[in-house]
Structures are given as C-alpha cells and as structure tokens.
C-alpha cells in the first residue's frame, strides 16, 4: 500500500516570500505520478502541479515548482513570490495506475496562509 | 473547462436516513470517483467507477454503495446516514489512462444528526 506523509499541518509565508511545502511518500512501485492540489477556502481543488516518476527533471509551473527526489521519496512544492491567492489547503498525492483506473492517495494536507 | 457538479454543497440528514450524493460531469472522462474529507485525515477514496456499470471499492467503502447508469453521472449512496459519516464529500472525474489527471467537484459537506 502506499502512503503520502505532509508532516507540516499548518505553514505560514509573508507575501512575496518563498515557502516551501514537504511531502513523503512510501511506494514499492517503479512507475507513479506525483500531484500538488490546492484546495482554496471554499472552492474547488485544482491541480497546482504534477511530476512523473520516471523523468528525472523537476516539473515547474510559472511560480511553482518540485523538488523530486526519487530516492529518498521526497516530493516538495516551491511557491516563490507567495500571493494572497496562494492561501489554500495544499495536497500532496501519489496516483497509480491499477489497470482499470489511476487511483490517488492523498496526504493530510498543510494549511498555507499568506500575510501582508 | 471541466465541469464536476455536485448536486448539493450542503445537506442535513438524521440518522438513519438514505442518502444520495449526485455528481455530474460533462467532459465524456471514463472515470469517476468518490472521496471524503476529514480534518487530519485528507481525502480518502470511497469507491470509483471506471465505465457505465462498472464500480470498484476504494479504501473505506464500508457504509457505502454507488450506481453509475449514465457516463456523466456517478452517486454515492448511504444506505443508513450515521452521525460517523458527517463528513465533505468530493467527486472527481478523470479520462482513462496511467496518468490522467482528477478533476474535482466543489464538495458536498453533509451534517448527519
């Protein structure tokens, strides 16, 4: 079975400064993908950003970025220029495919709030 | 855009109550899923549908059954609401494949009295 650890319940960052969210997982799979959802207060998840096991490259996304260390099963989120509309509840998860469907296993989730 | 809908963003039942949870999608995707969130816990898979018909359990399906007789429409059902399943409840969708990513609904926060 796989696991996702986020041992940061709660993280705080002033506005314009670099946060950096941890995540650990635990998997005897080879082939996986790694997700960042952003769950803002009230709305809907968003997928912030997504990492394949097998490339070697840490995946960015304008602001965003991982730090993908494959093996030591670390997988954390960068958010540089951190903005109000950063504040969310942040998901890291672990998809594998089980040949019917990709299912995902989620971490308990760090709350990100960004002051002025 | 993907759209997931979720009929509900709040509900009130008493216990022992039957339940149903509707989601609805309207992007064609093969899968849908059923999750529910907890403080301290995340999200944690129900149950998930992978074609018309087709259901497969997830990790906490006790309590729990779902019916998917249309592709764009996927329900959780409670067969006897109990004050342990307050709870939000999220729908997402997804195309087939290994890495397709979820798209998610905005939640259903049921209150089980």
């Known amino acids: 079975a796989q696991t996702v650890t986020q041992s940061q319940p709660e993280m705080s960052v002033q506005e314009a400064e670099t946060v950096t969210l941890s995540c650990t997982y635990d998997?005897?799979?080879?082939?996986?993908?790694l997700f960042w959802y952003k769950q803002p207060p009230s709305r809907q998840m968003i997928l912030v950003i997504r990492?394949?096991?097998?490339?070697?490259q840490n995946a960015t996304e304008n602001r965003f970025s991982v730090n993908f260390q494959k093996a030591a099963k670390s997988f954390s989120l960068k958010i540089s220029d951190s903005q109000l509309g950063d504040t969310a509840m942040y998901f890291c998860?672990?998809?594998?495919?089980?040949?019917?469907?990709?299912?995902?296993?989620f971490g308990t989730g760090t709350r990100l709030q960004v002051t002025l | 855009d993907v759209k997931v809908t979720q009929s509900s963003r709040y509900l009130v039942k008493r216990t022992g109550e039957k339940v149903f949870l509707e989601c609805v999608q309207d992007?064609?995707?093969?899968?849908m899923f059923w999750y529910r969130q907890d403080p301290g816990l995340g999200l944690r898979l129900i149950y998930f549908?992978?074609?018309?018909?087709?259901?497969e359990k997830g990790d906490i399906p006790e309590g729990y059954s779902v019916s998917r007789e249309k592709k764009e429409r996927f329900s959780l059902i409670l067969e006897s609401a109990s004050t342990n399943q307050t709870s939000m409840y999220l729908c997402?969708?997804?195309?087939?494949?290994?890495?397709?990513?979820?798209?998610f609904g905005a939640g259903t926060r049921l209150s089980v009295l």
């Open positions: 992007m064609d995707h093969e899968n």
């Open positions: 998997t005897s799979e080879n082939n996986y993908y």
């Open positions: 997402a969708s997804s195309q087939a494949g290994a890495k397709n990513i979820q798209y």
């Open positions: 998860a672990f998809m594998i495919y089980t040949g019917t469907a990709s299912k995902l296993t």
């Open positions: 990492q394949e096991a097998y490339k070697q």
């Open positions: 549908s992978y074609d018309v018909k087709m259901k």
